[in-house]
């Protein structure tokens, strides 16, 4: 399972942000609770990610201030990053058919 979590993290990652911005320990969250806790990042691990996809040009992270609260940096896809991530859902769809063809399970 480790394998393919880290296989696919950018894609998780990218489509998370499809929706709206996000910060990194939201993201974070996100991936516990909607996997139902199979995969889990780090906050610590998670960061990197995201600067390397700032670096990549496919997420986009500002910095925001609120009253009352602690300065956090919000990440959103850019158009580089929509694009990427459609490229990867569509090898994703590609990689999970064969792999069904291949062993007979079905995806469900």
């Known amino acids: 399972m480790r394998d393919l979590q880290k296989g696919s993290a950018e894609m998780i990652i990218l489509a998370l942000l499809e929706e709206r911005q996000r910060h990194g ?13 199979k995969l889990q990042f780090h906050v610590a691990s998670l ?3 995201l600067y390397r996809l700032e670096r990549k040009k496919l997420v986009e992270g500002k910095w925001v201030e609120k ?26 769809r590609e990689f999970v058919a064969a792999l069904n063809r291949l062993t007979g399970f079905s995806h469900v």
């Open 47 to 49: 960061y990197p990610m």
């Open 25 to 37: 320990y939201e993201i974070a969250r996100l991936i516990g609770t909607e996997s139902g806790n």
């Open 67 to 92: 009253p009352g609260e602690r300065r956090r940096r919000f990440y959103r896809l850019t158009p580089a990053g929509r694009k990427a991530l459609a490229a990867s859902k569509r090898n994703w």
